[in-house]
């Protein structure tokens, strides 16, 4: 006698076998939403990302003791030294003159640890150094120090930095206008003249600007990029070299330059959101449910800022949505009941996100686990489809009385199913284990084109050891001030602070932080808990609740039992799905409650207001100090100067 639950599975499999699809394709309607908040939100994205005209000639310092005179047109005072580079350590020291004969050391007055016989603090001079570490790269960076001079001697004392622009500024900041600049060294390099430092000094800012500098890891993955371009040894290595050689796609467009080095970044941000409209119309199958979470992640603080910045998580979220896209897709696919190719060519496009995304970033490995998880639980479904057909096939007495189309049908489906899913299994190893692993090398030949100690097979593997070291192992001896736990994360608890502009009149600042939207992120995770009870009432959770739970927790989880130094930006990868779950919620608000739309369309409204009003804090655009902290600052663990 069969069991109940034997018989609820076939009943299952009986109507997965004669269900017709219920697919929302896209409309011209669709089309036109889609784009118009693509579009709207792009205009966003891209306003005011960096700037295109940056000092791009160059000196380089090559000897020990060169000196470099620098003449004014006439005897000026110094207020401060501006100084923005490109490649390379380097130390210099300052000589000034008035005459160009008697020279002075450049210093500043310190405090020592003596005192006076009064009992005061005694000062002592120390040497002003221009002391650059290539960790600050294209950064403005100023020293601010007050001294009259006609001549100036940079004074070379350890060379190799690349100094694109340098300028000596009065008090209102201005740079002094320049009559002549010569290495005075007789074995001064020929082709490398210091007149390139000082010859766009039109770009010189007047403060410090995200605009015009790196922030925050830029330094890392924007100069590796350009190191990947320039065939130089990378010099960020912690992770996979795919994002970076993206990133180098804008440079070679755009130049070596902030707009240059974003671009790429910004564009996977926005295309983003058509991503997100496809896949909610594919799960939620109208026009207005597929807007609703679109419209979301369109006014989400993280995906506005963390995607107009040069690191690569723009590309390693993008490919985690498209791979759980196209496992979608699979999903609403049947072998046995359609074709196998077009079966299988969603899996295919999930199988080359996937490695293009480890390519990427290990981070997208862990999307890994929750793909094989909806994998193997639609296997599980086509065999139980298989094992109805077989047993009604077997089943002479139930075959006589059956529908013969229905039968012939079931005939061919207890037939084929072994070469489908043998065939299926080995384009699976095919498309997620053969091709990523190709991806990921051939993700490698910047290593290998190197004009220096190029990488080899053997040194590649000796990379993936080396990550995983300095992953699985990054705890800082003092714990970062803006790290925070996995817990916190969904709470908007410690945003990441990204960048503080310099130079701006009292109570102006400019300044970034990488957060949620409020709403959105308090919303969805409320919003999450509240899908979890409708489910629970229902008894099981629905297919698309359960796939779109699936993915969110593959991103999540694994952060709970990684013990390594963890900040709110590794949070980003399950925010997508977060608000995919926000729409299912919304369309049960909407389809359940007599104004369900109203409360939809007015929490929609709460989310793009606090957008407006955070603008500034995620932007970077200069804004008063006072406005942070009366209307944004809601708790004290928000840094936002």
Not at 150 to 155: D, G, H, N, P, R
Not at 379 to 391: D, I, L, N, V
Request: with cysteine; net charge neutral.
């Amino acid at each position: 006698m069969e069991s109940k639950k034997q018989k609820r599975w076939e009943k299952k499999a009986r109507r997965r076998l004669f269900l017709q699809s219920d697919r929302a394709g896209m409309s011209s309607k669709d089309w036109v939403v889609m784009l118009a908040v693509t579009l709207v939100y792009a205009l966003a994205a891209f306003t005011n990302l960096g700037a295109i005209d940056t000092p791009d000639t160059f000196y380089a310092t090559k000897s020990h003791g060169d000196e470099i005179v620098v003449e004014f047109e006439q005897p000026s005072e110094v207020s401060m030294i501006k100084y923005y580079t490109s490649f390379g350590n380097g130390l210099m020291s300052f000589l000034y003159s008035e005459d160009g004969e008697g020279y002075s050391q450049l210093t500043r007055n310190v405090l020592t640890d003596e005192t006076d016989e009064d009992g005061n603090i005694m000062h002592a001079p120390e040497v002003v150094y221009l002391d650059h570490n290539a960790i600050d790269m294209y950064e403005w960076t100023f020293i601010r120090d007050d001294f009259t001079a006609k001549y100036v001697t940079i004074y070379v004392d350890e060379p190799g930095v690349q100094l694109l622009e340098m300028a000596f500024c009065d008090s209102d900041g201005l740079p002094i206008p320049i009559k002549s600049v010569v290495n005075m060294s007789p074995d001064a390099m020929r082709g490398n003249s210091p007149e390139s430092m000082f010859d766009e000094q039109y770009l010189v800012p007047m403060r410090t600007d995200y605009m015009n500098e790196m922030y925050f890891d830029e330094v890392y993955h924007a100069r590796t990029a350009y190191e990947h371009i320039q065939h130089i040894y990378p010099y960020e290595i912690t992770h996979p070299p795919l994002g970076k050689s993206i990133i180098g796609l804008g440079i070679r467009i755009f130049g070596m330059n902030p707009f240059g080095w974003r671009f790429m970044g910004t564009l996977f941000g926005v295309l983003m959101l058509p991503l997100m409209y496809y896949f909610a119309k594919r799960l939620l199958k109208k026009t207005l449910y597929a807007f609703i979470p679109t419209f979301l992640f369109a006014v989400d603080f993280m995906h506005f800022t963390q995607t107009r910045i040069a690191t690569i998580d723009s590309f390693s979220i993008f490919f985690i949505m498209a791979m759980y896209l196209f496992m979608y897709i699979y999903w609403q696919s049947n072998y046995n009941s359609g074709s196998l190719f077009k079966s299988l060519v969603p899996l295919g496009l999930s199988g080359i996100a996937f490695g293009l995304g480890a390519s990427t970033k290990w981070l997208c490995l862990y999307a890994g686990f929750g793909l094989a998880f909806l994998f193997f639980f639609q296997m599980a479904k086509r065999f139980r489809e298989y094992r109805y057909a077989r047993r009604i096939v077997l089943d002479r007495h139930t075959a006589d009385t059956m529908d013969q189309k229905k039968r012939i049908y079931l005939i061919g489906v207890y037939r084929s199913y072994v070469r489908k899913t043998v065939l299926t299994l080995l384009w699976c190893v095919l498309f997620f284990i053969v091709i990523p692993l190709g991806i990921y090398y051939l993700s490698y030949i910047p290593y290998m084109r190197v004009a220096e100690n190029p990488f080899d097979f053997a040194r590649i593997l000796e990379n993936q050891e080396y990550m995983f070291n300095y992953h699985s192992r990054l705890l800082a001896p003092n714990p970062h001030p803006f790290a925070s736990e996995w817990y916190t994360w969904p709470l908007n608890y410690k945003p990441m602070f990204f960048f503080q502009g310099q130079g701006y009149p009292e109570g102006i600042m400019s300044s970034m932080s990488s957060m949620g939207n409020p709403a959105v992120w308090w919303g969805g995770l409320l919003g999450a808990l509240a899908l979890i009870i409708i489910r629970i009432n229902n008894n099981r959770p629905s297919k698309r609740t359960l796939f779109v739970a699936v993915a969110a927790l593959s991103m999540f989880l694994p952060w709970v039992v990684i013990s390594r130094e963890t900040y709110i930006y590794h949070y980003f990868a399950t925010v997508p799905f977060l608000i995919l779950l926000m729409g299912i919620l919304a369309k049960i608000v909407i389809e359940r409650f007599k104004h369900g739309k109203k409360y939809v369309f007015a929490y929609l409204a709460i989310c793009l207001i606090l957008f407006g009003m955070f603008y500034p804090i995620i932007s970077g655009v200069p804004f008063s100090r006072a406005y942070s902290d009366t209307f944004l600052r809601w708790l004290p663990s928000w840094p936002f100067y």
